[in-house]
């Protein structure tokens, strides 16, 4: 298949649905026979970026180096999907401007509901002094200015989210045209 790469960067709080998202659009292109790759920022972590703590320099290394990877992967021709909560704005733009095919998708839900949702049980230890510079709670979250998706996942389901992505892809040319929504 000829297809055109771009990076869809995925940001939000954590338990926002970055991942569950990413995995289903993923699911949606594999079936059409799409070349991606999905760079999970857990997995990253565990990888790529064992070394780095989570000081701010090193959240923006995390962010430079996923950036980078996504880069090499896009202009070859790959679909690339990055959930990461990537939480500062200046290095979200530094990534940006390097990929010059790039999709912001801001996974944007109330701190609250992400709380609600945390099965790793993180914003519970966060709360508790556990865990420190966490996201949300005694780190900040800046959200995107200007998306170019916003899925708001404490008001539509799965399939409205992932609708919106492989829209915005398809209007954009990145799809040859909109995939039909079937059961993931």
Known sequence: MNQRGVTVWFTGLSGAGKTT?????????R???YRLEILDGDVVRENLTKGLGFSK???DEN???????SHLLTRNGVIVLVSAISPYSKIREEVKQKIEDFVEVYVNAPLAVCEE????????RARAGEIKNFTGIDDPYEAPFKPNVECRTDLEDLEESIAKVLKKLEELGYLNKVIEMQAV
Do not use: H, N, P, T
């Open 63 to 69: 962010i430079r180096r996923i950036g980078f990877v």
């Open 57 to 59: 320099a090193d959240r």
């Open 31 to 33: 079936l059409q026979g």
């Open 21 to 29: 998202i990413s995995q289903a659009v993923a699911e949606k292109l």
């Open 117 to 124: 949702r945390d099965v790793k049980g993180l914003y519970k």
